[in-house]
Each structure stands twice: as structure tokens, then as C-alpha cells.
């Protein structure tokens, strides 16, 4: 019921997913009188769907203090419930991230030796696809949390994109060690010493995102959500500054047609509704966050990313490399203590 469009978005895609996905079946959770006049006309899409009805909904712009409290008859609750009681294996929003991650955390608990969970990211780059986490769930984080966040990353990138030993790099202001805070240069100084199966490549510049220099890229959710909003950004500027040159004339608007095949690529390519989701990692669990301005190709990207983990084992790969980390954390912790 959330999202910027509501409903009707989350129908739309369905019927995209169920035509990708044809041995998925889907819990529908919301008002019913909104929901079945938008299943009225897709008797097939219908027969995969199971409607259960919340007389409420999450407001967009409630605090998850509140909403965790006053929210347990919402639709946002009882998709996270039916996930903790193995009803589904998945649950996917496209509402308040807050409040998803709030009611995710106390329904389904976080993961043996996680501190806080993070959100990671499909990021396109230019030799495919890299994750980037955390993206918006945490403001500050500790050395701890993010040798957490790659290990973390670096096994969803394994179950999810298929990468044997995945290339994992801490995001920095620069590639040289003496610079960095001390969050940053202590998780390098970890993660630099521990049996993994990835391969720490040191720091990375933001440039380098883009450029895939490498699988994994940890940050910290405040750096992460603003460099995932100013790529999206500059996406969305280069395809309107593309649209208005091939406009502006009639050799520009003959040349778009000539290249009409190489613009569709492109397009394809900048579009940030092919990678939409952020996901949940560090719960006892699967959840998925799609953008809130999603359109139905948008969502439908988020649905297949959770179904994706779902199929991958993601959570269970991430215990078992958690418990490869966290000897040595204990070891380094105990030493600086001393």
C-alpha cells in the first residue's frame, strides 16, 4: 500500500513477475477494497495471489518509533510477519524504508554476531554489476560494522551474482592507507587479515564505483545513500541533456532515428528502475525496499532481486561466513582494549 502510486503499481508488476517467475505465488497484503477492483481484469495473475486484508497502511512520512508502535494492523506489519512465520520467504515495500527496517529488525531479529543490518544495492558499472552497502540504513558506523557490512556484501554477491571470490573495496577519499578516518582504516586493517573467500583490493574512490574496479564497495549508509542518489541523478540529467540535443534540429532528430537501436542500449543501461531494491542485509531474513517513486518496471526489478536471495540461500551464507570473521574480530577487539 505504500510507494508514491500506491497499489496499482504493485499489481502491474505482478503481472510482469508472474509471466518471469511461473512457480512464484504471491501474498498480497492491504485493504481489500482497494485491492480486488485491480485483480478484477487479471484472472490469471489472481489464481497466484492470495489477498489478505490490513484495515491500515504506514504513512510515508510516519517516524518508525511511531509506526512501530501504533503499526501492528498495517500492511507493512503483516508482509514482515508472514515472512517470520514461514508463511513466505520474502517481503518486498515500496513504503516508509524507516519503518521497514524498524518492524523488520524487531519481527525478525538480526543475524548471530551483526550489530546493524544494512541496505545494499545493485550499482550498474561499466563491466557489469557491483553491490554497494550500506545505502541509507545507518548514518555512522563503527570499524566493527563495517567489516560486517563486507562480509556481508561479499556473500550476497557470491549466492546472488554468481561470483566464486568476489573483489571487495572500502570506500575512501583516497587509495593511499594514511588516509581515511579511523572506522575506515581500522575495518581495512581487519578485513586485510581474515580467511574470506573474497579478495580485499584496499580503498576505492568514488569514481571507481562506476568504473567496477571492484564486486563489493563499503560505506557507510550517509556516504552510500548520497552517492546512490547522485548517480541517479546523473543518469536521469544525461538522457534529458541527450533527449534535448537530438531535439534541437532536423539532422539531430534524423540522426535519432538512425541510432535509434544504440539509444535504446543506453537507455537501458541508465535506467535506474533495471536495478531498483535495496536490500536488507543482516536480518533473520529476506526484505526488500523498493524505491518509493517506482513504476511497475521498476518494482518488478525489486521483486526479482527478492526472489533472487530467496533462491540463493543469501541469509544462510552470510552465518556461515560471519562465523569465518568473527574469531579475529574478537582477537583484534580484545588487543585494542588492552
Not at 96 to 125: C, D, H, K, Y
Not at 223 to 250: C, D, P, V, W, Y
Request: no cysteine; proline share 3%; net charge positive.
Amino acid at each position: 500500500m505504500g510507494g508514491d502510486s500506491g497499489p496499482g503499481v504493485v499489481v502491474a508488476a505482478l503481472g510482469r513477475s508472474m509471466l518471469r517467475h511461473p512457480s512464484v505465488r504471491f501474498l498480497v497484503h492491504g485493504d481489500e477494497s482497494r485491492l480486488k477492483p485491480l485483480f478484477a481484469k487479471r484472472a490469471k495473475l489472481l489464481a497466484r495471489v492470495e489477498i489478505r486484508h490490513a484495515a491500515e497502511a504506514v504513512r510515508m512520512d510516519e517516524k518508525p518509533s511511531i509506526a512501530l508502535r501504533r503499526g501492528r494492523n498495517t500492511s507493512m506489519w503483516h508482509a514482515i510477519q508472514s515472512v517470520q512465520k514461514k508463511e513466505a520467504e520474502v517481503a518486498i515495500s515500496a513504503g516508509n524504508t524507516g519503518a521497514l527496517m524498524a518492524m523488520s529488525m524487531f519481527q525478525l531479529g538480526v543475524l548471530p554476531g551483526i550489530e546493524r543490518p544494512a541496505i545494499a544495492a545493485l550499482w550498474p558499472t561499466r563491466r557489469g554489476q557491483s553491490v554497494v552497502l550500506d545505502v541509507g540504513a545507518n548514518v555512522g558506523t563503527s570499524a566493527a560494522q563495517l567489516v560486517d557490512f563486507a562480509v556481508m556484501g561479499e556473500a550476497f554477491a557470491r549466492a546472488v551474482l554468481g561470483l566464486e571470490k568476489p573483489t571487495v573495496g572500502l570506500l575512501n577519499v583516497g587509495a593511499e592507507d594514511v588516509k581515511g578516518n579511523e572506522a575506515v582504516k581500522g575495518a581495512a586493517g581487519i578485513l586485510r587479515d581474515v580467511t574470506l573467500p573474497m579478495e580485499f583490493k584496499g580503498f576505492v574512490e568514488g569514481d571507481d564505483i562506476s568504473g567496477g574496479e571492484v564486486d563489493v564497495v563499503v560505506t557507510d549508509g550517509f556516504t552510500g545513500n548520497i552517492a546512490l542518489k547522485t548517480a541517479e541523478g546523473t543518469a536521469n540529467m544525461i538522457m534529458h541533456f541527450l533527449r534535448s540535443a537530438l531535439r534541437r534540429s532536423l539532422l539531430g532528430r534524423i540522426g535519432a532515428v538512425i541510432a535509434s537501436g544504440a539509444f535504446r542500449t543506453l537507455r537501458r543501461k541508465l535506467d535506474p528502475r533495471a536495478a531498483n531494491g535495496g536490500i536488507f542485509l543482516g536480518l533473520n531474513g529476506v526484505v526488500v525496499k523498493s524505491h518509493g517513486g517506482a513504476d511497475a518496471l521498476g518494482f518488478a526489478s525489486a521483486l526479482d532481486m527478492a526472489i533472487d536471495m530467496a533462491r540463493a540461500g543469501v541469509v544462510s551464507r552470510i552465518v556461515s561466513d560471519l562465523a569465518g570473521v568473527s574469531g579475529k574480530m574478537s582477537r583484534l577487539e580484545g588487543a585494542a582494549a588492552s
